[in-house]
């Protein structure tokens, strides 16, 4: 006795299994949706996500592309710092970041290149954005400058960086006239 009546398929009984959870079903997607959504935003609103936007900025089309990444200060400073060294603000080195360092709405990120050391710092406007660039030594030689100072004040700079050769020229100076 084969009642055919009584039978269903699989598909039949995925659809009654559908018909009957379709709210807890949709409830769980629109879950799984936001809560997507918002690893995204949380993602891109971190101190290492500017890193990986600056890391991906390589000309100044780039800088336009990725400008929501950059304070005003901040673009003016990269676009600087790429017209110095012929587009790429970086040199080929890998640079290797230490923990974000955050204080309000202020962070700084140690990094080191090569021989250099910097501290990148971001600003929070809502999210983080790229601000500058404190200089603190390269190739042995102890600098103390952010860059945007160094942009606004070249003289000023060359100044600070040669002060000690300048003023032992002149005292040598000054020393062989009196003799």
Known sequence: MNDTSA??????????Q????????LFTACILICVFFAYQYHHRSTPKYVLEVMDRVNT??????????FTPQGRDVLLWLMQKNGDSPSSG?????????????????PAKCASTVLTIRLRRNGHWQFDDVYYASGHDRKIGLWISYVKDH??????KL????????????VGAAAK
């Open 7 to 16: 039978q269903t398929t699989w598909p039949q009984t995925l659809r009654s």
């Open 18 to 25: 559908i018909q009957r959870f379709w709210k807890p079903i």
């Open 60 to 69: 100044p089309d780039d800088v336009q592309r990725y400008s929501t990444y």
């Open 93 to 109: 080195n890998k640079m290797s970041y230490s923990e974000p360092i955050i204080n309000g709405d202020v962070c700084d990120i």
């Open 154 to 159: 070249p003289v000023l700079t060359y100044l």
């Open 162 to 173: 040669n002060w000690r050769d300048l003023a032992g020229a002149f005292l040598s100076g």
